[in-house]
Structures are given as C-alpha cells and as structure tokens.
C-alpha cells in the first residue's frame, strides 16, 4: 500500500491490533487486527516536527576550536522546562491521533478529546499501537519517495502529453 502523504492531510484509519514483548529477545511481536473492532485515525508527525523546528528557540555561542585555535559558531536549542516539554508531548498525541473509535477507557466510550488521548497513551498497549501505525505511515512515504524519485531519473511520467493541433 502506497499513500500519498504530501496531500493525504486527513489521516489513514488502523483497525486496532495487539503487540507484546518478547521477553527473551525483546522483539516486538504484533497480532492481526481485530476485525469489526475498534480503530484510530492516525497522520504521520512529520508536519508537527517541521512546525517546531521551525520555531523552536535557539541560542548562539562563539567556542574556542583548540585545532584551528579560531572561534566556531555554535548554535543549539534552548532546553524546554517541564510544563513545556509535557505541553510538546499532549500536543503530539492530539495532532497524530485525528479520531477515535471503539475504544473505552475506565468503561467510558473514547470521544478522541485531547485528555481522552493522553491519557490512552499511558497504556502500553495503545502506545505501542500508535507507535507502529506511524512507522507504517513513514515506511509508506518512503516508498513512495522512492518511486517518485525512481520516476524523475527515468523520465517516466503519468501524465499524458497531447500535441497542439494548432
């Protein structure tokens, strides 16, 4: 399966699956997906990533380079405080998790708000759900950057160009 992620802005729907542990290696093992059951509406991060590196505040500091003895520009971000840091990661939840369905929590039907997310993503199984979700999403996007760019070198378009009759 190929998707679009360049226009795709609205998400791809994953029917829930189970995961575990493998204790004596450490893999992860995923079950099939349970038909009819409860699903998440996932979008890859990628944006959200751009967006705050965009904005993310930096500081710049001259360092002595003790091998060319001259000074080198250094620039790093400003560390986030707690609240920020844990304002970044409810913020990724609630723009990678677009909707909810099926799932309850505490025997409460899920409504997808903002609390209803974070605090699914405390449990391990969901956590671990969404996690693989986006590695499909940016395994997808990679091929079909692939693709795209196999296209480009070749020369090879699905565009159909038609002579001017005039």
Do not use: C
């Given at each position: 399966m190929i998707i679009n992620l360049k226009t795709q802005k609205d998400g791809v729907w994953f029917p829930f699956f189970y995961s575990?542990?493998?204790p004596s290696n450490l893999e992860i093992t995923y079950g099939?997906?349970?038909?009819?059951?409860?699903?998440?509406?996932?979008?890859?991060?990628?944006?959200?990533?751009?967006?705050?590196?965009?904005k993310r505040k930096t500081e710049t500091q001259f360092v002595l380079n003790k091998k060319t003895r001259a000074m080198d520009k250094v620039v790093s971000e400003v560390e986030l405080t707690a609240k920020q840091k844990k304002e970044e990661n409810e913020d990724f939840v609630d723009f990678v998790i677009q909707e909810v369905e099926g799932f309850k929590l505490d025997g409460k039907i899920i409504k997808g708000t903002r609390e209803e997310k974070t605090g699914m993503m405390e449990l391990p199984v969901i956590s671990m759900f969404v996690a693989r979700c986006i590695e499909l999403l940016q395994e997808s996007g990679t091929e079909e950057e692939a693709v795209e760019t196999k296209n480009s070198l070749t020369g090879s378009s699905s565009r159909t160009i038609k002579p001017d009759p005039g």
């Open positions: 575990k542990i493998d099939d997906p349970i038909e009819g059951g409860p699903r998440m509406k996932i979008r890859n991060p990628i944006a959200l990533f751009k967006e705050r590196t965009e």
